[in-house]
């Protein structure tokens, strides 16, 4: 006889995606000191994995990426899904080459906050993870953070834009 689950869908996807978002810290908090300098590159391909594994995600969601809103959308899906419902996004689509997703609330400054009182680790894990994340969905697009909650910012911007025009702007 098969038994029952008293323990209901959105609470586990609460405490599953606490205790994912707490990980990183965690890592930090034991490995930075014996590391040391590798351990930002080193947690870097950790984040550029778990991008492989998100992009793996939105091809079995059959989730579209051939232009920027599509990719905007579907990035918003990943990071719900991978991040959970602690997270809170707002889309500015522009047209299809630039889109634009804010964040309004995000787990992870929650979580670093909360355990380390600072946030100033999390932007280099959120860059990794979310730049490589949209070049896996579409080599074509690339992502580009306007403001960042984890530097002072009230809300996150990622500009999602042709990898053609970001490396023309880079130029500049």
Not at 5 to 19: A, G, T
Not at 146 to 154: A, K, P
Not at 162 to 171: G, I, V
């Amino acid at each position: 006889m098969p038994v029952r689950d008293p323990i209901p869908p959105e609470l586990k996807w609460q405490v599953v995606s606490r205790l994912f978002t707490s990980l990183p810290v965690m890592y930090d908090i034991t490995f930075r000191d014996t590391v040391g300098d590798r351990y930002d590159a080193l947690e870097h391909q950790v984040w550029i994995h778990l991008a492989g594994e998100a992009k793996a995600f939105a091809e079995s969601a059959n989730l579209p990426a051939g232009n920027a809103g599509e990719i905007m959308d579907t990035l918003r899906i990943i990071f719900l899904v991978f991040f959970g419902p602690d997270l809170r996004t707002e889309e500015i689509p522009i047209n299809s080459e630039r889109s634009v997703l804010m964040i309004k609330r995000c787990p992870f400054i929650a979580r670093e906050l909360a355990m380390r009182g600072g946030t100033e680790c999390l932007l280099s894990r959120c860059l990794a993870f979310s730049i490589a994340t949209v070049e896996a969905l579409n080599p074509g697009f690339t992502l580009r953070f306007v403001r960042s909650m984890c530097t002072g910012d009230r809300t996150c911007e990622l500009k999602i834009i042709r990898r053609e025009d970001a490396e023309k702007d880079e130029k500049k």
